[in-house]
């Protein structure tokens, strides 16, 4: 067998190259320069890889032919995405097995493990390291470890190592903020994830979280298992303790098991089940508290929403459910966080098919109210619908440009008779409108005409003794406008100006009505979108008498590259030619000419400012009914101040300050140059102020209260905020969240950041991972 030996020399390396399982002939080359391709930002396939060559370079390399080759001094070989150098290098082409010996690196894909001996087999990638320092691409996660077994080129064993994603600093004596030091380090590349046994989490060289197996992402794939515990602090509650189970069912179906010990309550049960079908996706949770020693009953909650669809005879139909139900009325106060109902002391339980072919479309519904009741502040309970069958056709290519549509409504309204005074009915109710819109660049004219016809049957005589009624009367509106342009500079800037003025009239001739009950119908919210309607009540049951006229007029300043709007200014009111007659229970007619007039402002000159205006002021008393002001600084990411000024002089009168914030305080007013991207924060060694305060300027005290602090040490972030929420007229539910996040591993404490997002407009996280890691971005 024939020996072949190079000499090394200064001015080149010399390769040995051999392709897996053959051998090629030794020959003197430049060493390979990888270069990123499209074909490598993935996995290679297993077909692909068996036939990539094997580059072997060295100082010196010599070897033998179809046998072995050996290279020593700077020696490399290289296989597809996968690099190892060493001291020296020995390759055994029958075996595929690599040895390598005297300051080892090898990189795989951007995971990076450093050590003195390595022994593996190429192609399957199994073998050992021993003493080993490693970095893994995903998370920038470091360690070390007395040795690491590869079990394939996904998977490996770091045994009696240790795992942090603190950044490397210099010095021999260097100690991360967070450690796990752990028996064994189970990787899988391929379930993303890790496996620690016998491990301890140790954070400023404190021991907090000793457990004998913790699972661990090492991306936000999901994954079975323990999720950390959470600890809350209620002045209701007491200490809560939380520690669920995440049960990673299939791609599509999860659950989560989530019990919670309150010491002065007890133990919750609760678990959340969550599942995305191809025509159907919802989420079911429930809550049991047995024997609650403060209420001394047992307490429940449970929500379902679900959407989607099924076939069936004549068609596709919809499924929507939204359902909640507690175990009693004052469960809100107790459990405010878990109610699943914004407005809290109504839960709805909702459900509704939907089917449509063409024009038509026709809506199944049943509705049924939880009205959760306070003593001290009694609520009227809303109807129940059961059902409320909703039939609508429209057609918007009718000839002659005509448009058309057609509503028929039938409800079954029930509810407690004593608490609402008037008794439960069954209501029909049909709408026919007929419209044709003329539309030119510049002006519109759009006039329309309905009809609307009711019929009530009552379960009891109204006070008149009447058990059935009627109403029909038409409404005619004519809606026009224009839609001027000029180009226009204002302080140095060119702009696309636009004046837009409007005018809509609607006559509706007057029916009594105000001897019929009201089961769904309220008054409309006075704005620059209601103020252009036909009927200022909301719902069926008022259909208001209408002699009136609304004239406004808009201006906008666009950009005339982008179209972007700038600023936006407005004024409207509305006239009115005859008393009104019809009114909602308990309210005056109006009998003034002229409304109150509405002024809207919304200015976006600059990305980093944003700020909205809305005035309804009543020009007899010379002074605003309603105001509104709101204002938005963000100049930069993590930076963020909002505030917003709301005054009703109308009953209920209220006027607030609203503010919320998110700011690093090392830089108060300059911006740091280390700017990391999005989901990276501003750099590490950096203090954020996160808050909102909802402040009662005619009560003189703060009704909603969440202040904290966020600290970001780069390779883990600190949380502590403080939670007051109003419950009632004289009590508030107060909370201490804190929370430890250590980057790439695990949270542990409250859930904090649920509440900072959930309540403070445009809170950013300081760490949210956006895109996935190249493998390139680390390839030696």
């Known amino acids: 067998m024939s020996r072949v030996r190079f000499a090394p020399t200064p001015l080149a390396l010399v390769a040995f190259a051999m392709l897996h399982g053959g051998v090629a002939h030794a020959q003197a080359e430049p060493p390979l320069v990888l270069k990123p391709s499209p074909q490598l930002r993935e996995d ?34 290289r296989r597809g995405d996968m690099v190892i150098m060493a001291d020296r290098l020995e390759y055994y082409a029958p075996d595929d097995l690599a040895k390598a010996q005297g300051n080892v690196h090898i990189n795989r894909a951007g995971n990076v493990f450093e050590g003195e001996r390595l022994q593996l087999k190429v192609e399957s990638f199994e073998g050992f390291f021993d003493e080993t320092r490693y970095r893994l691409l995903r998370n920038d996660a470091y360690g070390q470890a007395d040795r690491v077994d590869f079990l394939d080129d996904k998977r490996s064993i770091v045994r009696n190592a240790t795992y942090t994603t603190c950044r490397r600093k210099p010095g021999p004596s260097w100690m991360p903020d967070w450690i796990l030091r752990a028996d064994s380090i189970r990787i899988d590349e391929e379930d993303e994830t890790g496996q620690a046994g016998g491990a301890v989490l140790s954070f400023m060289g404190v021991p907090v979280l000793p ?4 699972s661990f992402p090492l991306t936000d794939k999901r994954k079975s298992g323990l999720l950390p515990p959470t600890i809350g602090l209620d002045n209701l509650s007491g200490l809560e303790v939380t520690l ?28 959340e089940f969550r599942y995305l079908e191809t025509n159907y996706q919802g989420r079911i949770r429930g809550n049991y508290l047995p024997n609650d020693p403060l209420r001394e009953d047992d307490r429940w909650g449970f929500a379902m929403l679900h959407s989607g669809a099924f076939s069936t005879a004549a068609g596709p139909v919809a499924l929507n459910l939204n359902l909640n139900r507690v175990s009693d009325d004052n469960y809100w106060k107790d459990f405010s966080r878990t109610t699943a109902s914004l407005t809290q002391r109504l839960l709805a339980n909702d459900g509704a098919l939907y089917w449509g072919r063409g024009n038509f479309t026709l809506t199944a519904r049943a509705l049924k109210w939880q009205t959760l009741q306070d003593v001290t502040a009694p609520i009227v309970p809303p109807y129940d619908r059961l059902p409320q069958i909703v039939g609508r056709h429209v057609r918007n290519d009718l000839p002659g440009g005509f448009e058309s549509f057609l509503e028929a409504d039938y409800s079954n309204f029930q509810s407690d008779p004593v608490l609402n005074n008037q008794p439960n009915g069954q ?39 009447a058990e059935s009624a009627s109403r029909a009367l038409p409404t005619f509106s004519l809606d026009g406008g224009l839609v001027l342009e000029r180009d226009a500079t204002y302080f140095g800037r060119n702009f696309r100006q636009t ?85 909602l229970p308990g309210a005056v007619p109006a009998s003034d000419r002229l409304s109150d007039i509405l002024f809207g402002a919304s200015v976006n000159w600059v990305a980093s400012w944003s700020t ?73 060694g950096r203090w954020y102020s996160v808050g909102r305060l909802n402040w009662s300027l005619a009560d003189k005290k703060l009704v909603d209260t969440i202040v904290g602090l966020e600290y970001d040490a ?44 959930e309540n403070i407009p445009r809170y950013q996280f300081l760490r949210e991972q956006i895109t996935q890691p190249s493998r390139f971005s680390n390839y030696d």
Request: charged content about 20%.
């Open 44 to 77: 290679i396939p297993a077909t692909t890889r068996n036939r990539l060559p094997t580059f072997l370079s060295g100082r010196e390399v010599h070897g033998t032919p179809d046998l072995n080759a050996v290279a020593e001094g700077n020696a490399q070989l």
């Open 612 to 684: 909205d205006a809305m005035v309804q002021y009543d020009p007899q008393t010379g002074r605003s009914i309603r105001s509104t002001l709101g204002g938005r600084y963000s100049p930069a990411p993590y930076r963020v101040l909002s505030a917003a000024y709301r005054l009703q002089r109308a009953q209920p009168a209220s006027e607030q300050l609203d503010l919320g914030w998110q700011w690093p305080l090392n830089d108060l007013w300059r911006q740091p140059d280390d700017r990391l991207g999005p989901g990276r924060g501003l750099g590490e």
């Open 499 to 583: 004046l837009e003025p409007r005018a809509f009239y609607v006559y509706t001739p007057f029916r009594d009505q105000n001897f019929l009950p009201n089961y769904d119908s309220a008054q409309k919210d006075f704005n620059f979108a209601t103020i252009y309607t036909e009927n200022e009540f909301s719902g069926n049951d008022r259909i208001a008498d209408n002699n009136k006229l609304t004239l406004g007029v808009s201006t906008r300043l666009l950009d005339p590259d982008s179209g972007a709007e700038a600023a936006r200014f407005g004024v409207a009111l509305r006239s009115r030619f005859e008393d009104q007659l019809v009114t």
């Open 427 to 465: 209501r029909t109710y049909a709408l026919a409108q007929i419209s044709r819109p003329w539309q030119k660049p510049g002006w519109f004219v759009i006039p329309k005409l309905q009809l609307h016809a009711t019929q009530y049957q009552f379960a009891a005589p109204l006070s008149t003794g």
């Open 244 to 271: 669920p189970y995440y049960w990673n069912i299939a791609p599509n179906r999860d659950a989560t098991i989530y019990p919670t010990l309150m010491t002065k309550r007890g133990l919750d049960l609760g678990a």
């Open 211 to 214: 457990v004998p197996s913790v």
């Open 714 to 757: 780069g390779c883990w972030l600190g949380r502590i905020v403080f939670e007051r929420l109003q419950s009632g007229t004289s009590t508030a539910n107060k909370r201490v969240l804190f929370q430890l996040e250590f980057v790439g591993f695990t949270r542990i404490g409250s859930n904090a950041l649920q509440t900072l997002r």
